[in-house]
Each structure stands twice: as structure tokens, then as C-alpha cells.
């Protein structure tokens, strides 16, 4: 009787032991920097922070093209910032950095004319290194209210809306970006395919 509770008093002690032991390493508040073999993933909400909305982009940033949309009646007006004009303007690729806003505005029809009357959604284009598709050459999109606030960053559509130009680094306006940085002047123009999203 005595030699099986010598094993059992000294499993008892060696655990209140460790107990005692892990309770004073992890103090109040402390977390173990424990690796699993897993990656960490980004969530939408934290892979939306990847862009942030340009609050100063029409001061900031050049209007480059006003776009009309005849099918649906909108008018895009197009902005880059000082980075993705620089090298328009060189005719080189679109760096990192790059950003392009795209403003969709309800218009009023004026004889053969489309104008502007509300701004309804913002589009921000980025070229990041961080995109979550290497198929759209690091480009990511996001969606914002006119107020700045963030829609929706699902990309789906806007990649697969994009595709249809990617030998253009899958922008449908990088015409319009390399005139108007060589000219500094205001292009216009038309939505390719008959398009009518991003309303």
C-alpha cells in the first residue's frame, strides 16, 4: 500500500510543480509565442487596409480623363497620382505605388453629350506587392462611398473585367493616362465593349 501512494505523491507534487511553474511564466495578459506550422491569413477587413481611401486625391492627385458611358448614362472622371503619371509619361510600366481613382457620376444627356450631375461611387486602383492575385500584375481594387467609406473589396469582378485588357497592364484608360501626362491636358473618351459596370 505504501509503494503505490509514493508514485502517486510524487506525480501529484511534480504536477501542482509545472502548474505552479506555467502559472508564473504566463502572467496576466502574457501570450506564448507558440508556431504550428500554420500561416497566418489576412482577413477581408485587414487586407482592405492595404489601400486607403486618398482624401485629398482631387487636389492631390491629376484629373487625367472624363469617360462617358453612354449605355448606362455615367460619366467616369478619371485621377492618378504623381507616380503612375511619371511613368505614363516615360511610357514605362505602372510601378508600385501607382494609384488610380475612378469617380462614376449619374448624368443628364445634353444634345450629343453626357454631363455630370451626382457623384455616386469611388474606385481605387492600386499597384501594391502585396495583391492577392499575381494574374492582375499586382494591381488590387477597392470600392468606396462618395463619403470615403469603404463598399466592398471583393475583387472578383473588377479582375475579371480587367482581363479583357491586360496587355494594357489591365487598364482600360492607359491611353488616355499616357496623352494626358505627355500633354497635361484633360482627355476624353468613350467605355470600351459596350461596358456598363462600375456604375
Known sequence: MKTK???TLLLFSLSLFLSLAVTHVLRAGDVPDINLGYEQSISSSESSQSIQFPDNYQ???SHYATIECPNSGIVRQMYANSTAIAAAKAE???PEGSVIVMETHTAR???NK???VKLNNIFIRAKTDTSENNNSQNWQ???FSPSGSLVSDNENSCRSCHNRVKNRDYMF???QLVNSAKTNRLQY???EFGLAVCR
Request: hydrophobic share 35%.
Open 114 to 116: 453626357l454631363s455630370p
Open 5 to 7: 501512494f509514493v508514485p
Open 59 to 61: 487636389k492631390d492627385f
Open 92 to 94: 514605362q510600366n505602372l
Open 173 to 175: 484608360t492607359l491611353p
Open 189 to 191: 473618351g468613350q467605355t
Open 141 to 143: 481594387s477597392r470600392w
Open 109 to 111: 444627356r445634353d444634345a
